[in-house]
Every structure is written in C-alpha cells, then in structure tokens.
C-alpha cells in the first residue's frame, strides 16, 4: 500500500537557519506529492506540491523536488523565520479520486 | 473566495452520545473529504463524497458515516462515541475529480475538535 515517512521531529532552530525535513514514500504508480503546514490552531495548508518526477515545488521559500530514484521529497529552506513555527505533513495521492496518505507530522520550532 | 468552512470549531460530548459535524466546501467543489488528526494515530482519512455519493471510505467502523447534500454541504456523524474519539476533525474540498493522473488539490477547513469525556 501507499505510505509515507518523514523524520520525527520536535525540530528546533535558531532564525535564520538552514532547515530540511525529510520524506520519503512508497506507493503504486506515480504518485502527486505534497507538503501541508499547519499552525497552531488552525486546519493545514498546501505549502507546495509535485506531480512527476523531477518537478520542484516551490512557495515562501520552502523548496521540494521529487526524486522517483530515491522516493524522497525532502523539503527544505535557507533560512528559516520564528513565523515558520509550525507543524510539517508530507503527503502523496495516487491519482485525482484517491485520498491523500499523510506522513506523521514534524514539529518546527524557530526560535530568535 | 471563501475558503472552507466547519462548525462547530469545538465540542465537548460524553461516552455514549452521538454527534454531527457540518463541513461547507468552496463555492464550486464538488468534492469533500474528512480525516480525524489525533496525537496517535496523526492524519487518517475517513470518507470522501462526491455528488452526494460516497466515493472512498477509509478504515473507520460504521458508528462514522456521513453525507452529502445537494449544495455540496457535507456532514459526518458518530454514534455511541467512545474516549477514542476524541481528535481534530478535519475536512477538505476540491473541484470536480477526474481520473487518470490529473490531481486536484484538496483545500482544508480549520476543523472540528471534538473531546469526549
């Protein structure tokens, strides 16, 4: 079946450090691929996505790109902000009628 | 465009009971799913609806179901709640679903947080 695994966190930060987060996924065919974010108190939001191989996904400095040879989709940013706190879903679905598979989650903490 | 909308935002409900969330899509979007988010078990999905037809069902037991209107307005229920039921309720839409590779991004709500006690 479909699955994802990204690392554990809590992850801490100083500002302005450089951040990766790592995913990868097992699946059937030739999955989309997503990062959500989700706030405190709040429901997720698309962060950015892929749909083949080889695509990077890009938005608010975050980047991913999608590696078929290594299923991974790791996301990352230069340089991260206090407002970049926030818990980080990867996330795949197989075709445009199958539900998302999320990762666990990974905790951001930024601090100044 | 006004995004995705839940209520209630918070619930507060004993063992036994039974309780009905409403979700109402992005003007246009056809499709809306619910997932429940808890600590555990993290992001799992329950069902989608689409045309106010179930289209996929995840691994829940039957005190969870839901429906779907006519307007695209969506509302899941569960019965006999149990302590295990306590989570982030979660719903999403997106536009009409097509087959084959196109994917259609999915659109999430601020959820639902219900407690059982």
């Known amino acids: 079946g479909n699955s994802v695994t990204q690392m554990e966190g809590p992850v801490t930060l100083s500002e302005e450090a450089f951040l990766t987060i790592n995913c990868t996924y097992t699946a059937t065919g030739y999955p989309s691929l997503f990062w959500y974010v989700q706030y405190p108190g709040e429901g997720l939001q698309l962060l950015l996505k892929?749909?083949?191989?080889?695509d990077k996904g890009s938005n608010k400095g975050f980047e991913a790109t999608y590696r078929k040879e290594t299923t991974s989709f790791h996301l990352e940013k230069g340089s991260v902000q206090v407002s970049d706190s926030a818990v980080y879903f990867c996330a795949l679905r197989n075709s445009g009628n199958t539900p998302l598979v999320f990762g666990k989650g990974t905790r951001l903490s930024v601090i100044a | 465009k006004a995004g995705v909308t839940q209520t209630p935002r918070y619930l507060i409900k004993t063992r036994g009971q039974q309780v009905t969330l409403s979700c109402s899509p992005i003007s246009g979007h056809r499709s809306v799913s619910w997932y429940q988010q808890t600590p555990g078990q993290g992001l799992q999905f329950l069902f989608e609806y689409f045309s106010e037809t179930q289209r996929n069902k995840g691994n829940f037991p039957g005190r969870f179901s839901g429906r779907q209107f006519s307007n695209s307005r969506s509302e899941m229920n569960v019965s006999t709640l149990e302590l295990g039921d306590s989570a982030l309720y979660l719903c999403?839409?997106?536009?009409?679903?097509?087959?084959?590779?196109?994917?259609?991004?999915?659109?999430f709500g601020p959820g639902t947080r219900l407690t059982v006690l």
């Open positions: 999403a839409s997106s536009a009409t679903g097509t087959s084959g590779r196109k994917v259609n991004e999915q659109f």
């Open positions: 892929a749909t083949k191989a080889d």
